[in-house]
């Protein structure tokens, strides 16, 4: 499938020099939310790929076209066991050719841990469980220790965010800036995301101050403090903006709105709370697919309070679950 021209390009030409690999179904889907209110809306980055979707999908065109330019053979990432990202990985690396390792942490068990083991097996990665994620580390840091300097092996961290990775959601922010303009849906007041590494709610941050919007970006943490703060985004934020300008972005001084809502997280990451099982109970009403308590429970879970706490407000939902590619067994 042919996607339309990134809008990032027309911003930031210089980024068109960048290899990337294309692989979305762009743009994705703007629709009402109407079991949480008139002014409810979601994005459906579920859908960006009918092989596999969800929000990493973005950056691999990008981090992929990166691997591919330097030679790379080999993709290697690390995650939790029931980690989606390293399933999009497996799916859209192990499709473009790559040979696909990945290093896997534990993870509680759940029928959503079991499907995303099944899914990257599937798609023929080659996955090492190795216990707790200091052993993951470990592990994957003596890896990568014997292949430094080797283009074959191409490494992605663990939420794969960083400021080529980013890039992803600022063309993202700039998609919905074009339906919008187009009058497929309302300019969102606050957008609400679950956050991990990051680069989500960040990359839409800058998209949304790039068109002038007072959007605000709530990033609802769902893993621990240290990797999720307002500094580490902060940072993020600076280093995406000044790779927007290398690749030539003359804009005004950007001012990327986002909070983070500490609130959902109970126990830590993969940790369920009651608010996020009934959080992944509607997702599946809402979607038709399995949902889950990591990332989509915890922010539905916030999408919900938000709607209470800012009536008058239009609020757009990222979807950043894959429906696509899932297992028909954990169909609700
Ligand atoms: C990775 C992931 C997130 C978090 O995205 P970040 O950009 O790392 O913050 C949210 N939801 C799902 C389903 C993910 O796989």
Redesign the pocket.
């Known amino acids: 499938m042919s996607a339309p021209p990134h809008p990032i390009l027309a911003f930031a030409p210089g980024l068109a020099r960048r290899p990337r690999i294309e692989l979305t179904d762009r743009p994705t889907a703007i629709e009402q939310l109407p079991a949480f209110g008139s002014r409810v809306w979601v994005k459906r980055e579920d859908r960006v790929s009918s092989v596999y979707g ?3 999908v973005r950056r691999w065109e990008w981090l992929l076209g990166e691997a591919r330019a330097r030679g790379a053979t080999e993709v290697m990432t690390v995650g939790g066991l029931g980690s ?2 390293v399933t999009s990985v497996a799916v859209h690396a192990g499709a473009a050719g790559f040979k696909v390792s990945a290093v896997l942490f534990d993870q509680l068990e759940s029928a959503f841990v079991s499907e995303a083991l099944e899914l990257d097996a599937r798609a023929g990665a080659a996955v090492s469980a190795v216990g707790g994620i200091a052993r993951a580390v470990l592990s994957t840091t003596r890896r990568l220790g014997r292949h430094r300097g080797d283009p074959s092996l191409y490494f992605i961290a663990p ?1 794969a ?1 960083g400021p080529v990775a980013n890039v992803a959601y600022v063309d993202c922010a700039l998609e919905i800036g074009e339906q919008v303009a187009a009058g497929i849906a309302p300019r969102p007041d606050r957008v609400v995301v ?8 960040v990359g839409l941050s800058i998209g949304f101050a790039m068109l002038g919007w007072p959007t605000v970006v709530t990033a609802v943490r769902i893993t621990d403090l240290v990797a999720s703060n307002a500094l580490t985004l902060g940072a993020m934020a600076f280093a995406t903006t000044r790779l927007l300008r290398r690749e030539g972005f003359t804009g005004r001084r950007l001012r990327p709105r986002f909070e983070i809502d500490h609130r959902f997280i109970g126990r830590g990451y993969g940790y369920a709370t009651p608010e996020a099982e009934r959080g992944a109970r509607r997702f599946a009403e809402l979607f038709g697919v399995a949902g889950e308590v990591t ?2 429970g915890k922010a539905l879970a916030a999408l919900e309070v938000a709607v209470t706490e800012h009536p008058g407000e239009t609020i757009l939902w990222i979807n ?2 894959s429906t696509t590619g899932r297992l028909a067994t954990l169909r609700s």
């Open positions: 969800g929000n990493k989606s990202q939420g965010s679950a956050c991990g590494s990051g680069g989500t709610a990332y989509s950043t679950l």
